[in-house]
């Protein structure tokens, strides 16, 4: 054993006498400065709230975790003529914290739509050079919807007025008596407003209009005062609501009833409790059907049926009455146009309903592939999470619209007047379906603050989207996971980047920071950093702890650790706290080759350190080549019996250890540069002459010592032709020019077409 030290510790001492360096491109990038410490692997102390006993250190809900409860009475009236929707419910809230409170907040969304509403004053216009007529018209000449909730009254439950004020989208109701722990409040509020054509409008709900045949298709929300959230980290959520970042709301149980024309079908959030009433004696029996069918969608309202409505325009009424337990919020979508159809998934033992419903303008892409997609959908989040709680998912289709609710969402996508599909629409459509339909996991399950923190849904929604598709089809065009599409942003002018812990209505590039670039970097520690076992174990974790209660972004990150013994502050602090970006290259490159003769610069060096100072040996010494065709077997080949002190340690071992040994005759010491502020592994391809390849995969600790530079040594029999950092682009490297040794031209997609 003596010998084999004595060995490796000569090699250590080698010096080479000559450097092949790789051209390395100087970024000109300005990076932000102060994002975080300078010690990129320091514990975030400073940046995460402090544990505490309602959140502990682990990511866990902590012995005095609380949260709030808002349970739901609600009557609400579609007047399809007048577009208005009126209503009248009644609050039963509780407090569960330990806080005494002196009054309630109540969320007015729709007072974002009211024509004195400061949403559209914060955003910066410009002049247009040109617009179409009807642009102008409504952009300068005619007056604003009149949209926004009319309050006709607040009143306590022996019917008292409540006294109460209208701070734009937030309404403060105080209370005569102070509201104390386990004790709990109801009130009643009376209500209208006007419902927006959102495709005119704008909005993330509204009515969508037919002009060939003059119907309205509904998608409704955000349509009855909603309580906010108040616990442990902001007392009362009570942000505006400008328009960009979404909701927060406690969980509750509602009972809802929705009268509309006698000719509407329709969903919502929740178990519809009198389908008889409401279905034909012949949908009644097609949707049993549905109960049991599993691999096909039943259609439950015939594109038939949909298009005879549709010219009735009824003047009489129907009663839908809907009940659902443990939700956050409620929504629903009505039309006479629609097609119903649905299908039985086995969730956990149970079944789960798939349903969708569509008008025939969106035939046959939908009757294809909505309910379907649906059904996959609760399958694959199912499988990273847990299993899906709720009787059914719904899929509306409105165009140009994306949003969730529990158990519903809206989303786009639809032929041409001709029925034409192009790839791009389907898999667009298909995408939105899986996006949507995840949202009832996040934030409708696991739910987080969508007011201050959109990443914490859309981004972790957006991460499972990206599995789902995959899974449904490994070629679908996923849009956002994959590394490499997340470099044009993150390769952008660092003065509209912002971390993505930043709030919601702060974001330049709002799809880049919220959705793409969270999922991307979950991606990434799922593929290259964690691992599949670690990272799902751990993922599944959080969603299990969270279900059904209010995370933060220190509880994701925590959780993520605790469950995975992987140190993760260093990409939190990277990733999501800062706009650092990637790029690690190759910026020098030297060769050797084995002698037994010691060089004068090798004497020197040994004497310097004070050990070996006698010339005599034997020593094996490493000897850079000074040509740049590196072929060590025109010097002194190295094998093994060539060195009396290698051969007389190789007797000693026995058959087996010798078949171990390896005869490595090439020996390429790789400095790598990081000149992105960004730490991730470095990981490396090496391609021989003959073709043949072996990969490296170094863990980010590499840079812990705050290196800009890290060397390795590769020892191989074959003579290196290629090496490669990131070779199938899996850390979003933006700067790819430096990752190739010897240096080599990056051909450009333009080239690419050019040369086909």
């Not at 639809?414 to 034409?420: A, C, L, M, N, S």
């Not at 706290?577 to 060769?591: A, L, P």
């Amino acid at each position: 054993m003596k010998k084999s030290a004595s060995i490796f510790s000569i090699l250590a001492l080698a010096i080479p006498l000559m450097t092949i360096a790789q051209e390395t491109k100087n970024t000109d990038k300005k990076r932000e400065p102060g994002h975080y410490d300078t010690n990129k692997f320091s514990q975030m102390y400073t940046q995460m709230a402090t544990p505490n006993m309602f959140r502990t250190a682990s990511g866990a809900p902590g012995p005095a975790y609380y949260q709030q409860q808002a349970d739901y009475k609600i009557k609400v009236e579609l007047d399809d003529k007048n577009t208005r929707l009126s209503g009248e419910e009644t609050i039963t809230y509780y407090n569960n914290s330990p806080d005494p409170l002196d009054y309630l907040w109540v969320q007015l969304d729709q007072n974002e739509k009211k024509s004195d509403s400061k949403s559209p004053l914060i955003e910066n216009q410009r002049m247009d050079g040109a617009m179409t007529p009807d642009g102008f018209t409504k952009k300068f000449m005619e007056q604003p919807f009149q949209g926004g909730f009319n309050i006709e009254y607040v009143k306590d439950a022996k019917g008292n007025p409540m006294k109460h004020t209208v701070n734009q989208t937030m309404m403060r109701i105080d209370l005569d008596k102070t509201l104390k722990k386990g004790e709990k409040i109801s009130f009643s509020i009376k209500w209208w407003y006007n419902i927006n054509n959102y495709r005119v409008d704008g909005g993330r709900s509204g009515y969508e209009h037919f002009s060939k045949d003059g119907n309205n298709l509904y998608v409704i929300a955000q349509f009855y005062p909603r309580m906010a959230v108040y616990n442990d980290v902001e007392g009362w959520q009570n942000m505006q609501f400008w328009g960009e970042g979404e909701f927060a709301l406690p969980f509750g149980n509602f009972e809802v009833s929705i009268t509309v024309p006698a000719d509407h079908i329709m969903e919502a959030t929740g178990e519809l409790m009198n389908r008889k009433e409401v279905f034909t004696a012949d949908q009644l029996k097609r949707y049993q059907q549905a109960e049991k069918a599993y691999d096909n969608p039943v259609i439950v309202v015939t594109q038939a049926e949909a298009e005879q409505r549709s010219k009735t325009f009824s003047d009489q009424k129907k009663t839908w009455k809907f009940k659902a337990t443990n939700v956050r919020d409620f929504a629903f979508s009505t039309s006479r146009k629609f097609i119903y159809d649905a299908m039985a998934v086995k969730i956990g033992g149970k079944n789960v309903m798939a349903v969708s419903l569509y008008p025939p303008e969106a035939n046959p892409l939908w009757e294809q592939y909505s309910t379907r997609v649906v059904a996959h959908t609760l399958k694959s989040y199912s499988s990273y999470t847990f299993d899906y709680p709720y009787p059914k998912a719904v899929s509306i289709s409105a165009e140009d619209q994306g949003m969730e609710y529990p158990m519903i969402c809206w989303n786009y996508g639809r032929p041409d007047e001709k029925g034409y599909v192009s790839d791009r629409l389907k898999y667009g459509m298909m995408g939105v379906i899986i996006h949507e339909v995840g949202h009832n996991f996040f934030p409708m399950i696991v739910n987080s603050d969508e007011r201050q923190w959109t990443w914490m849904d859309e981004g972790l929604n957006t991460f499972l989207e990206y599995l789902t598709e995959q899974s449904w089809d490994k070629n679908f065009p996923s849009s956002r996971g994959p590394a490499a599409k997340i470099v044009p942003y993150m390769s952008g002018d660092q003065r509209f980047l912002e971390p993505i812990m930043s709030n919601s209505e702060t974001i330049h590039q709002f799809g880049a920071n919220a959705y793409a670039k969270p999922a991307t970097g979950l991606n990434i520690l799922r593929e290259i950093i964690m691992g599949h076992d670690l990272f799902d174990h751990a993922f599944r974790t959080y969603a299990n702890r969270w279900k059904f209660k209010h995370p933060t972004p220190e509880d994701f990150f925590r959780t993520m650790e605790d469950a995975s013994a992987v140190d993760l502050d260093w990409f939190w602090r990277g990733w999501f706290y800062s706009t650092d970006y990637v790029d690690i290259g190759i910026k020098n490159v030297k060769q050797f080759y084995v002698s037994e003769e010691p060089t004068k610069e090798m004497k020197d060096f040994a004497a310097k350190r004070g050990r070996f100072l006698q010339d005599n040996g034997p020593f094996v010494y490493m000897v850079s080549d000074s040509s740049e065709d590196f072929k060590p077997e025109m010097k002194k080949p190295f094998v093994i019996q060539d060195v009396k002190l290698l051969s007389d340690y190789v007797e000693t071992l026995s058959p087996e250890e010798k078949k171990g040994l390896k005869a490595p005759k090439y020996f390429y010491e790789v400095e790598f540069e990081k000149p992105g502020g960004m730490m991730m592994p470095v990981i490396v391809d090496l391609e021989f002459e003959d073709g043949t390849t072996e990969n490296y995969h170094f863990p980010v600790q590499i840079w812990r010592k705050g290196n800009e530079v890290v060397k390795r040594v590769f020892a191989t029999e074959k003579p290196v032709k290629k090496i490669q950092v990131d070779p199938k682009l899996q850390t979003a490297d933006i700067d790819v020019t430096n990752n190739v040794w010897p240096k080599e031209a990056v051909k450009s997609k333009f080239d690419q077409f050019e040369k086909k």
